[in-house]
Nanobody, 115 residues
Framework: QVQLVESGGGLVQAGGSLRLSCAAS????????MGWYRQAPGKQRELVAT???????LYADSVKGRFTISRDNAKNTVYLQMNNLKPEDTATFYC?????????WGKGTMVTVSS
């Protein structure tokens, strides 16, 4: 069973920065895709960013230029650097992993951006 554990959420003022981390319980090299999704209150879960083992990245339009995803396979960890945060970024952020046709999710970390 793959476990993903997020950390780094919290309360920040608009314009501020946070870095989320997600540690995998297995070698992250075996996770073809890792990434982040988020879910705001009353809304559906949406993609934020993903990164493949080769380093290819994908971002939601709403975060392009502000968020950067990276992974360190030596530490089995994926990161999400979030800059210039906006109140509309307030959500629970979930770590995601894909391996051998199966999707894995963390339990989430809350990010609150005050105006």
């Amino acid at each position: 069973q793959v476990q993903l554990v997020e950390s780094g959420g919290g309360l920040v003022q608009a314009g501020g920065s946070l870095r989320l981390s997600c540690a995998a319980s297995i070698s992250s090299v075996s996770l073809n895709i890792m990434g982040w999704y988020r879910q705001a209150p009353g809304k559906q879960r949406e993609l934020v960013a993903t990164i493949s083992n080769s380093g290819s990245t994908l971002y939601a339009d709403s975060v392009k230029g502000r968020f950067t995803i990276s992974r360190d396979n030596a530490k089995n960890t994926v990161y999400l650097q979030m800059n210039n945060l906006k109140p509309e970024d307030t959500a629970t952020f979930y770590c995601y992993g894909f391996r051998y046709g199966a999707n894995y999710w963390g339990k989430g970390t809350m990010v609150t951006v005050s105006s």
